[in-house]
């Protein structure tokens, strides 16, 4: 016994210390398995930024009910690591990433996207497993690729190492490529929702052509343009050769555009035929149709994504596609008016009565401070202008100067409004955009002197960005900060900030920035009069708030921004702190104008821009952020009563609109609400929190309440499809009602939707089977006919489909319909050997009705009366009233008639 366990302990041993002596490529039986998740982020495990998974991170979670809800997107795996040794001593540590996929918020509007944001790449690094400073790193792995499923990565340890090591700031992201591959998809995902609207739009027009306008011209028209600008650009989009959405409904806008253009023709005939139209109907069609395109360019929109696909489409050229429906129209009306056609000419005239119409739609948009949505219909009127001769008028002349100016200083005015809400993401935005009007049209605007200054306040936060990027180890986006500030101040003409950020440039990278010196004169920067004490104070802030962090970096760092301050001419901080103390009193009472600018902004900027002033407004290590804010604060007590009077006013109003059920007037005003709040907060005043939770809350009960009445809306309109027998239809659209995703979250009942849609495979599947049965009776033999009948009947019984209305399939009448002679004979004998004579009877006398002599059904006949009679002998009746319920022809049905009697009198006896 001793013996027997002395040789286990030693086989024990030796199995453990063999792979540490082993020779050649001898994998060890220690292997160490985790199983994990990781949280995709923007930021690494060492506090690297990652920016293309945050941004697919970012856009998953704007997409969710709640804009503000973050996503999390998890990576499932389970890891191993062997080691092997090779003949010279050098180790290699085989990682094996079992089963990875992701999970969580992998869904976009209702579109699981898992596939297309799966990350490729992965970094981390092996280090030995002891502790402390015997801890010693052996390997650093950097982007290395990886694939869903299973994937083996080697990486080389060195000499001599035996134990298995431990992975360390594991770190899973994206690529540039699958950045580009989720961002198209997500992109695909949208524009599918963007024509599902338009697809509900053009629904919608065509009923009201059909109900409301078939006896009013000019807003028949006015629809019949809209119809087909929509339909050309749903046409266009061809979501069927995708293979993702080939799985969900391949065919649906397909088929709707048939079933649309069919039902258009019959609508336009039933037009064509009541009204006569003028010309005075041909402009007001024109108007209409340029006041209903204006809507589709409204920026407005809570559906960002939504509004800049109706942008594309509405300011897209007309194809082919929608010309020819068009034409369609045009011609069915000169069929029906011969002697008042339509001709060439008076097309190419009512384009360019169009063409005005949005012009001076255009102008009333301007008139009405909705400058983006004027440029938009102004840049699209080209497009339906069908003259060989572009001839611009001096009306359109003059609204293209008006437009353009008013449009260039309405950008700065934002520009200048989001920086004094420290919105500078924002700021930089407009004021790109004023650049780019400027440039569009150089010889209509004129230049603002505001232009300058806002270049020149853009590019010291742009510095300071980048410096605070520096710091932070984010070479890469400090670099392209530098680099961004040298283009903006080259074309702004302003020499210290070029200067600085090309000496920051160069010494960062270690070499030549491969931008020369400032050539020319430094323009002054003349600051705005009405923005000056806000402009003092913050400029004084942001230059100290420069110098601060730069003490870290070294004295030269420090001494090439205090330089590039010192140059200044016209902003000197010495200066501008000594107008401080002066106008206290002029500040005091433009806070609360700074504020109300802070409101605007609200209702201006889109929910990035949202997010981003409030992101400023947090608490900060910035001391720009501490010193402004505290500056404000001590002047802020009238100002706090003003906006705590306007967000109770707003609360009270957003409770009458919601009672009213305007849902989209009460989501602009919680918006405005939250920021008025934020205002509030800086003082700590959160006194509101309660009511606007009370508000959110009754909003989405709101939302949730037309959700459900719209899902039952939709829900009633398939029923009404079923009625029709339209299954295929019905079970399209009870599948993407089923899958259509709603922007709040609330329970609705789709259990009777499922239940209908289940049902639904069998009268579709029969209706299928119908047209199959009608091709074999053209086609096959009799005995195939039959055979698939007999199929079918069985399955409409087994299915109870004559609940939904549908006629079993009628074999006598099908086979009748194929009136040959010799077809006819065929499946009366299959009849007869199936010992169905009263079949035969009946398709005997659908030959007699073709052939004048029955020397061809003679034996047949006599088969079929030998059977007839064995069935029908009775004793109630006689033969000769037996044969005449028959109906039978006694001259062509001779044979059959004896045959019958023969074989009644052989029962008899």
């Known amino acids: 016994m001793k013996n027997s366990i002395m040789r286990l302990v030693s086989i024990i041993l030796i199995s453990l210390f063999l792979p540490v002596f082993s020779g050649v490529a001898q994998k060890p039986s220690e292997e160490v398995v985790q199983i994990n998740k990781y949280l995709l982020s923007a930021k690494g495990p060492s506090g690297e930024l990652i920016v293309t998974t945050g941004r697919i991170v970012k856009a998953i979670a704007l997409s969710r009910p709640q804009s503000m809800e973050i996503a999390s997107l998890w990576v499932n795996y389970s890891v191993s690591i062997t080691l092997n040794s090779d003949r010279d001593g050098s180790t290699t540590a085989h990682i094996s990433f079992k089963d990875l996929h992701l999970t969580g918020d992998v869904k976009y509007k209702g579109f699981d996207i898992s596939n297309f944001i799966f990350p490729t790449c992965v970094s981390f690094k092996l280090s030995s497993s002891g502790s402390g400073r015997s801890k010693s790193i052996l390997a650093n792995v950097r982007e290395a690729t990886i694939n869903p499923g299973n994937c083996n990565i080697s990486v080389s340890l060195g000499k001599n190492v035996t134990e298995i090591p431990v992975i360390e700031k594991l770190c899973f992201f994206h690529s540039d490529a699958d950045y580009e591959m989720a961002t ?240 500078f993401r924002v700021s930089t935005d407009y004021y790109r955009k004023a650049l780019a009007i400027k440039s569009q049209y150089s010889d209509k605007v004129q230049s603002d002197p505001r232009e300058r200054y806002i270049a020149d306040m853009t590019c010291k936060n742009i510095l300071q960005s980048a410096e605070r990027s520096y710091q932070s180890n984010d070479i890469v986006s400090a670099l392209a900060g530098f680099e961004e500030v040298i283009k903006l101040a080259d074309s702004a003409r302003l020499k210290n900030s070029y200067e600085t950020a090309r000496i920051r440039l160069q010494a960062i990278s270690g070499r030549p920035s491969g931008y020369g010196p400032w050539v020319g004169k430094d323009l002054a920067v003349v600051i705005p009069e009405e923005e000056s004490e806000v402009i003092t104070t913050r400029s004084q802030n942001r230059f100290a708030d420069t110098k601060e962090p730069l003490a870290s970096r070294g004295k030269q760092t420090k001494n090439v921004i205090n330089n590039a301050v010192t140059q200044s001419k016209i902003i000197d901080s010495t200066v501008l702190l000594a107008k401080i103390s002066k106008q206290r009193t002029r500040l005091q009472q433009k806070s609360i104008r700074n504020n109300d600018n802070v409101r605007d902004l609200a209702n201006e900027v889109s929910k990035p821009a949202m997010d981003d002033f409030r992101k400023s407004n947090r608490p900060s290590g910035n001391s720009l952020n501490r010193d402004f804010s505290r500056s404000r604060m001590n002047t802020e007590s009238p100002n706090d009563q003003y906006v705590r009077e306007k967000l109770r006013q707003y609360i009270d109003n957003i409770h009458m609109k919601i009672w009213a059920g305007d849902v989209d007037s009460s989501f602009i005003m919680l918006k405005v609400a939250d920021s008025l709040q934020e205002i509030l907060s800086k003082t700590g005043d959160n006194g509101f929190l309660v009511d606007l939770k009370s508000s959110r809350i009754s909003y989405n009960n709101l939302v949730c309440d037309q959700q459900k009445n719209i899902y039952n809306k939709d829900f009633e309109q398939i029923k009404l499809l079923l009625k029709q027998k339209e299954f295929l239809r019905a079970s399209i659209q009870l599948r993407f009602l089923i899958d259509k995703p709603f922007k709040a979250e609330c329970a609705i009942d789709k259990s009777a939707a499922n239940q209908l849609l289940g049902s639904l495979d069998a009268p579709i599947v029969f209706k299928k089977w119908k047209l199959q049965l009608d091709s074999l009776i053209a086609t096959q033999e009799p005995e195939v006919v039959i055979e698939a009948f007999g199929k079918a009947n069985d399955y409409y019984r087994s299915n109870d489909l004559d609940k939904w209305g549908i006629e079993a399939p009628d074999l006598m009448a099908s086979l009748q319909s194929r009136k040959e002679t010799a077809f006819l004979l065929k499946a009366s004998m299959q009849f007869v050997n199936n010992h169905q004579p009263a079949y035969a009877l009946t398709l005997l006398k659908s030959i007699s009705a073709l052939e004048l002599k029955p020397d061809k059904t003679l034996s047949l006949q006599k088969r079929v009366g030998e059977m007839l009679a064995s069935g029908d002998h009775t004793t109630e009746m006689s033969v000769i009233e037996k044969l005449n319920s028959y109906s039978l022809n006694e001259r062509w049905f001779a044979t059959l008639i004896t045959a019958y009697k023969r074989q009644w009198k052989l029962f008899s006896n």
């Open 184 to 423: 198209n998809q997500i992109k695909l995902v949208e524009r599918y929702f963007t024509a599902t609207w338009l697809m509900h739009r053009t629904e919608q027009l065509m009923d009201a052509m059909q109900f409301s306008q078939l006896k009013n011209p000019s807003a028949f028209i006015a629809s019949t343009i809209e119809v087909a600008l929509l339909n050309d650009w749903i046409t266009r989009q061809r979501f069927d050769k995708y293979p993702y959405f080939q799985k969900i409904d391949s065919l649906m806008f397909t088929k709707q555009i048939q079933v649309n253009r069919f039902k258009r023709s019959l609508i336009e005939q039933d037009f064509a035929k009541v009204n006569t139209i003028s010309q005075a109907d041909l402009s007001n069609a024109a108007i209409l149709f340029s006041e209903s395109l204006a809507n589709y360019f409204n920026t407005g929109q809570v559906d960002i994504n939504r509004s800049a696909y109706l942008t594309q489409m509405a300011g897209s050229r007309m194809t082919h596609i929608g010309y020819k429906d068009l034409l369609d129209f045009v011609e069915i009306y000169n069929s029906a008016h011969p002697h008042q056609m339509i001709t060439q000419r008076d097309i190419v005239a009512f384009s360019a009565t169009i063409e005005m119409a949005m012009i001076k739609q255009a102008a009333k948009l301007v008139d009405n401070d909705k400058y983006s949505e004027a440029m938009g219909m102004l840049k699209t009127s080209d497009l339906y202008s069908l003259l060989l001769v572009d001839q611009q008028s001096s009306f359109e002349n003059e609204l293209i100067t008006h437009l353009s100016q008013r449009l260039y200083k309405y950008y700065l005015d934002i520009a200048v409004k989001a920086m004094q809400g420290d919105v």
